[in-house]
């Protein structure tokens, strides 16, 4: 069936180091992918996305990977900063309905300084 | 520019009470939906409005309705509250649709408890 999911429920990584959170997809029909950062008591905030027919994006110190093979998506965030606290979710939309985007249940990342 | 707002942003409601949950967007998008969230989980869509005059169930429909009041607003009700809708629910806006892809900003949310 469909599902997105995390590897990890929370990581924590030293300030200035780079962070990556990874996320696994089982719909090989998935056709576009986002990274979304939602911070305490706000809504989600959209970061990256990605299409299928790619297999890299790179945005402001952040670089989506999408591994069609093993359906693997990644976010790195480079040089993290106190302000990237948060939780982080992956969410895939299947090429036939964008209305059927599938959340994962999130990565929370805490900084130490 | 507001983005996309929500009201109210708590309510507490008792079992059997109904109640409307507000959204409007300013970045004259063509479609909106509604999500919960619950706690340790990711977002699960309630009900969508592709564009102006249409709406359609998502994953989770049972015990709502929804009003796309024009093509600012899009509201979600709540006939009579049950425990199990205790949640926070996030409105959205995008603007597109259709198999392309979408960009979505989502407003602060609304924490409902139904006791």
């Known amino acids: 069936g469909e599902s997105v999911g995390l590897h990890l429920p929370t990581l924590s990584v030293q300030e200035g180091d780079n962070s990556i959170i990874n996320c696994a997809y089982s719909?090989?029909?998935?056709?576009?992918f986002i990274w979304y950062k939602q911070e305490s008591g706000k809504g989600p905030q959209f970061i990256i996305d990605?299409?299928?027919?790619?297999d890299k994006r790179q945005g402001q110190r952040v670089t989506v990977l999408l591994n069609k093979t093993v359906k693997h998506l990644s976010l790195q965030i480079a040089a993290t900063q106190p302000g990237d606290s948060a939780v982080y979710f992956c969410?895939?939309?299947?090429?036939?309905?964008?209305?059927?985007?599938?959340f994962g249940s999130g990565t929370r990342l805490s900084i130490r300084p | 520019n507001a983005g996309v707002t929500q009201t109210p942003k708590f309510q507490v409601l008792k079992t059997g009470q109904s109640m409307t949950l507000q959204c409007a967007q300013d970045m004259n998008h063509n479609s909106m939906y509604w999500y919960r969230q619950d706690p340790g989980m990711g977002l699960r869509l309630i009900y969508y409005?592709?564009?102006?005059?249409?709406?359609d169930k998502g994953e989770v429909p049972n015990g709502y309705n929804v009003s796309r009041l024009n093509k600012r607003e899009f509201s979600l009700r709540l006939e009579s509250a049950a425990p199990s809708q205790t949640s926070v629910y996030f409105c959205a806006s995008s603007d597109r649709s259709g198999t392309e892809g979408y960009e979505q900003y989502f407003g602060p949310g609304t924490r409902l408890t139904v006791t």
């Open positions: 719909n090989s029909a998935s056709d576009y």
């Open positions: 409005s592709a564009s102006e005059g249409t709406t």
């Open positions: 990605i299409r299928s027919n790619m």
């Open positions: 969410a895939e939309t299947p090429r036939s309905s964008a209305s059927k985007i599938i």
